[in-house]
């Protein structure tokens, strides 16, 4: 069964950064277009960012833009959400999903036909 696994996540303090990561086992994921998601305890599921497959363009949702950037890494068949000054309210489990196409709606970055999916990593930013 092909699941994605997210790392990277931990408590940080207000303006510091974490780099969170995206593998996984069994599925090439150079070929698929990767999304990135929180969500926050009682706030429903937001698009984050996202990186198409092949030639690697990117979207970013309106929420952290600016303050993150996604990216991948072919060799290691990972892809990473590198996360900057960060806010109390981005506090949420960070998820990664795998489909078929990236688009932006309603200021925030999704992705269609979801295939793949992990379970999160908590990301807590707190003095």
């Known amino acids: 069964q092909v699941q994605l696994v997210e790392s990277g996540g931990g408590l940080v303090q207000p303006g510091h950064s974490l780099r969170l990561s995206c593998t996984a086992s069994?599925?090439?994921?150079?070929?698929?277009?990767i999304a990135w998601f929180r969500q926050a305890p009682g706030k429903e599921r937001e698009g984050v960012s996202c990186?198409?497959?092949?030639?690697?363009?990117?979207l970013y949702g309106d929420s952290m833009k600016g303050r993150v950037t996604i990216s991948r890494d072919y060799a290691k068949n990972t892809v990473f959400l590198q996360m900057n000054s960060l806010k109390p309210e981005d506090t949420a489990v960070y998820s990664c999903d795998a489909g078929y196409g990236c688009y932006v709606r309603d200021d925030q970055s999704l992705l269609r036909n979801t295939q793949y999916w992990g379970q999160g990593t908590q990301v807590t930013v707190s003095s």
């Open positions: 069994g599925v090439n994921l150079n070929n698929w277009h």
């Open positions: 990186i198409e497959g092949h030639f690697g363009a990117t």
